[in-house]
């Protein structure tokens, strides 16, 4: 279980329970670890044995005594989480797989965890009662285990989630907040571990020793299902560049998928499993990917077979496999840095401007506003109004609306502004600026959302 496991109003709890547990076995005499990723929660422990053995003994007696956490400790552990990472705690932060899946689901491990500050005691105690039970769990060790282990957690199965669907299927480019840009492709497990290094090669050499466009490409490969993978390419161009980054990346997938690879690509792909790795018996990495592959019930590819496919890597292969997955190409680049006009034409890639707000239907739309209250904005350039299924801003342009019905989650922000956020996991804040009485506009917004979600966010 992980971020992809957690419902909407209730996203980053996975990760606030995880540093509980920790808060509760401290102190801790032995190097350890813990991590929360979009399927897994791992505890990791390295050295002695026995104090190995009583690292995860203590973990799993802190799960067992988790209902009688304190107030102060979970407040202590949202001010870590904070610290960890102030800018998803603070505000929504959609990353690639949000675009593509939305949210609740495998979405939700790029969205951001806003609502953390407002779960509450009772909601961490009962979803670790929901996963962190014994038939959810798996221990693995790189040598024999020790004689002192005793982990016992309580008893119970888990209700897994159903697969997420892709929200986005063609080619397109997506405007995003974040700095530089990003690339994306969903491709068939079994070819992403060697996809992706081979596209790290040629992005390398094209973007930086090539054009000079970048520093580098970090890559983030997530499993998506039983048959296919993320895999990411985050690059970082000055901002100056960041408009013929785009093109010139694209241009880069499209050349490669006619052409092929070169042939130290397809070197370094061959190489990039070596004989000592096919003993994956003793590398943590590989036990922990067999672990989780065992509790989702997929099948996990050996450290032999793995080692046999990159030695048949061919540039044909390798430009096949990108070729079969350029369809569902994403490309994110940071808006406040480019002009649309410098991007590829419309014909080359379609473009998705990722926000909530949208256009009126042809023939009307949404019912007449004309007759409805009206809110008016500060400067008087907009005013907003509100339907029984919409919210409706006016302006010199064409009105444009979002569907109460597409909102998932409402956050009401320490200076009373709201933040709706839609099932793609895009977002608005309403707030002061927006309405003159913005009071009575925040009332009659909220009368028409469920109060199941709306949470209290950070800021």
Not at 12 to 34: S, Y
Not at 100 to 117: K, L
Not at 160 to 188: C, H, N, Q, W, Y
Not at 205 to 224: K, P
Request: negative net charge; contains cysteine.
């Amino acid at each position: 279980m992980g971020f992809k496991d957690e419902p909407t109003t209730l996203l980053g709890i996975t990760h606030l329970l995880e540093h509980v547990v920790l808060n509760l076995v401290q102190p801790v005499i032995v190097a350890h670890d813990a991590v929360t990723t979009s399927e897994s929660v791992v505890f990791t422990a390295w050295g002695d044995p026995d104090d190995v053995a009583g690292f995860l003994n203590d973990v799993a007696e802190a799960v067992c005594r988790i209902s009688s956490i304190s107030d102060a400790v979970l407040v202590a552990e949202k001010l870590s989480v904070e610290a960890e990472s102030p800018t998803q705690y603070a505000s929504p932060t959609s990353g690639l797989l949000t675009y593509r899946y939305g949210i609740p689901g495998i979405g939700s491990a790029n969205f951001g965890v806003p609502g953390t500050a407002s779960l509450t005691r009772q909601e961490v105690i009962d979803w670790s009662a929901q996963w962190f039970v014994s038939d959810n769990a798996i221990l693995t060790f790189t040598s024999p285990s020790p004689e002192t282990l005793n982990v016992i957690l309580p008893p119970g199965s888990p209700d897994r989630a159903t697969a997420d669907l892709a929200s986005i299927d063609t080619p397109v480019l997506v405007e995003s907040a974040k700095e530089g840009v990003a690339l994306s492709l969903v491709v068939e497990e079994g070819v992403a571990e060697f996809l992706a290094e081979a596209l790290w090669h040629e992005l390398i050499a094209t973007l930086r020793y090539d054009l000079n466009l970048i520093y580098s490409v970090r890559v983030i490969t997530t499993r998506v299902d039983e048959r296919s993978c993320e895999i990411a390419f985050v690059l970082d161009p000055l901002p100056r560049n960041t408009a013929r980054t785009v093109r010139m990346s694209i241009a880069a997938l499209r050349r490669i998928s006619r052409k092929g690879f070169s042939p130290a690509t397809v070197l370094a792909v061959q190489k990039s499993a070596d004989l000592e790795e096919a003993d994956t018996t003793t590398h943590a990495s590989f036990l922990h990917a067999a672990a989780i592959d065992h509790l989702l019930d997929r099948t996990s590819v050996s450290g032999i077979q793995r080692l046999r496919d990159a030695q048949r890597a061919t540039s044909e292969s390798l430009r096949q496999a990108l070729r079969n997955h350029l369809s569902t190409l994403i490309v994110a680049y940071d808006e406040a840095e480019v002009k649309r006009s410098d991007l590829p034409d419309r014909s080359i890639i379609a473009r998705d401007q990722y926000w909530p707000w949208q256009q009126r239907s042809a023939g009307g739309g949404t019912a007449d506003v004309s007759h409805l209250p009206t809110w008016p904005s500060r400067d008087g350039k907009s005013a907003l109004s509100i339907t029984p299924t919409h919210l409706v801003e006016t302006s010199s342009r064409r009105p444009i609306e979002i569907a109460f019905a597409d909102i998932r989650l409402v956050g009401i922000t320490q200076d009373n502004a709201l933040t709706l956020i839609d099932h793609r996991g895009r977002s608005t804040t309403i707030d002061e600026s927006d309405a003159v009485n913005f009071e009575t506009l925040r009332h009659a917004i909220l009368e028409r959302i469920p109060t199941s979600i709306i949470r209290d966010f950070a800021k």
